[in-house]
Each structure stands twice: as structure tokens, then as C-alpha cells.
């Protein structure tokens, strides 16, 4: 297709190559079930682990704490590792292979969720620093609940760009996301989780209303 005939649409959609290598290549695309396969045995296992150790409250609150957790690692991540923006050189380069080829493709239905090359060592930092400050009884809920939130994330951003929410919060999570893909990405860094984009006075709606 020419360049006259490719529509916006083709643009949002396009996949285009990140590595000359073919291999490299297959590997920056995943299904968005990927994720699920990984991350919920992980889950459920951890979830086992608090509970073998923990009553049930505990490892409740403590699951929720970990939900909580990655909701702020979520927005800090997206906001200062995402949107952090070299010009030029080897780091404007790494820029668009983590973060800017969704930015100009947002709609590559193969790269809207984490490639597990990237999420399964980054879950295994994080697993170690949490064993490492709490130890072996509250690491293990802790993570379940972290890792529940990464992979809530994962599906949300899947969904706000694939599908047309019906429901009052499906509608507000899209319409924030669209905003910061179209109209502002110093603004609304929260996919998941957007009250941080209130508390850290990034919200999309805060400029609108001050228009």
C-alpha cells in the first residue's frame, strides 16, 4: 500500500520491526494472554506460600498491600522510565523500543502487553527486594498482590485499546488513557490506577478544567 492510501488507522495498527534481528523481533510481540499464563500460576503459588505461614486476614491485608504497591510502581514507572525522553543517541533509541513505538502505534495489538523477557526478570527483582525487607513470611502475599495488580495493568491497557467500554469506569479509564495517546503524554500516567494522576497533579481532567 502506498503512503497515500495508508489511512490513520494503518498507522495506529502497524507493527513495525524494533530489531534487524528476526528473533529478537518475534519476542517483542505477545498474545495479551501471555501474561495471564505466567503471572496467575505465579500468583496462586504465592498466594499458597502466605497462606502456609499467615491466617487469612494477614495474608488478605498483606495482598493489598502489594496491590497498593504496584499501583505506585505502575504510575512512577510509566512516568519517569516510560516518558523519560533522550533526543538522540543509544538512549532515544532504547526510549522507542520500551516505550515510544506504543506511542506511535498505540494499537499494535502484539505489543500491548509487557514481553516476558522484560516482565518475568523485573518480577524477580522485585520478588528478591520483598524477600530481602520483609523475609519469608510476608514476601510471599506481598508479591501475590503485587503481581495481581502488574497483571491487572496489563489486561486494562489491552482492553482500553481494543475495546469500547460500556460501563461509567470503563469510559472515564479510556478516555483519561486516549487523552494522554492524543492530547497531552505529560499528563494522565495512571492505566490502572488513575487517583495517582490526582494525588501527583498529573490528571488529564485537572487541565481540561482549567481550560
Do not use: C
Amino acid at each position: 500500500m502506498s503512503d497515500r492510501g495508508t489511512t490513520k488507522t494503518d498507522v495506529l495498527r502497524a507493527s513495525p520491526p524494533m530489531f534487524d534481528s528476526k528473533l529478537l523481533d518475534a519476542f517483542s510481540r505477545v498474545h495479551p494472554t501471555v501474561p495471564v499464563a505466567i503471572f496467575l500460576p505465579a500468583i496462586v503459588v504465592l498466594t499458597a506460600w502466605g497462606l502456609s505461614s499467615l491466617s487469612v486476614l494477614a495474608t488478605f491485608a498483606l495482598f493489598v498491600a502489594g496491590y497498593a504497591l504496584w499501583t505506585l510502581f505502575e504510575y512512577w514507572l510509566h512516568r519517569i522510565v516510560f516518558h523519560f525522553e533522550p533526543e538522540n543517541g543509544f538512549g532515544a533509541r532504547l526510549h522507542w523500543i520500551i516505550h515510544g513505538v506504543h506511542h506511535d502505534h498505540p494499537n499494535d495489538p502484539m505489543r500491548l502487553v509487557m514481553p516476558p523477557a522484560v516482565s518475568v526478570p523485573l518480577a524477580a527483582v522485585v520478588f528478591g527486594v520483598l524477600y530481602l525487607i520483609f523475609g519469608s513470611h510476608y514476601a510471599p502475599a506481598l508479591g501475590a498482590g503485587f503481581f495481581t495488580g502488574y497483571l491487572a495493568y496489563d489486561l486494562t491497557h489491552y482492553y482500553l485499546h481494543h475495546f469500547r467500554p460500556r460501563g461509567r469506569l470503563g469510559r472515564m479509564l479510556r478516555e483519561r488513557h486516549m487523552r494522554h495517546h492524543f492530547q497531552d503524554d505529560t499528563r494522565g500516567f495512571g492505566i490502572s490506577a488513575p487517583y495517582w494522576d490526582e494525588v501527583f497533579g498529573t490528571s488529564p481532567r485537572a487541565k481540561r478544567s482549567s481550560q
